[in-house]
Structures are given as structure tokens and as C-alpha cells.
């Protein structure tokens, strides 16, 4: 998890410290990834194969994170 929490973190940091017009989407998509981390978690405990749905959540949570920092940033330039 460590791992994944590395990814997340630090573009949700910068949209904190960028934020775009839409402040609650960051907040939103945190908690969407949260979400998805428990449903990687139950899947895991329950038969490894099944944490898919949970990782893509992450996955695709850390990629809009990673554009909202970056529309922060360019808006900030």
C-alpha cells in the first residue's frame, strides 16, 4: 500500500496547494480513492484475483489526481 500511497499523495498536495476552480473535486476524488483502497483491501482478504476493481480505482483516481494538480499548476503559471 505504501507503494500506491506514494502515487496519490503528493499530486493531491499540490492541487491543496493549486487549487483549480472546482475546489471540492480534489476532496471528492480523495475520497474516492479511499473508497477504492477498501475495496482493494476486501477483495485481497477475500482471494488476491479479486482486488482488480479496487486497483483500477486507485489507478484512475491517481491519474485525475495527477490532472488537477497539473490544471492547478498551469492555472497558477
Do not use: E
Not at 12 to 31: E, K, N, Q, T
Not at 39 to 65: C, E, F, S
Amino acid at each position: 500500500m505504501a507503494g500506491r500511497v506514494g502515487l496519490f499523495l503528493p499530486p493531491f498536495w499540490v492541487s491543496a496547494f493549486y487549487p483549480i476552480p472546482w475546489a471540492w473535486l480534489a476532496p471528492l476524488i480523495g475520497f474516492i480513492w479511499l473508497l477504492g483502497r477498501i475495496v482493494y483491501l476486501r477483495g485481497y482478504m477475500a482471494d488476491p484475483n479479486k482486488r482488480l476493481i479496487g486497483a483500477m480505482l486507485g489507478g484512475l483516481t491517481g491519474m485525475i489526481m495527477l490532472i488537477i494538480a497539473a490544471a492547478g499548476v498551469v492555472q497558477a503559471i
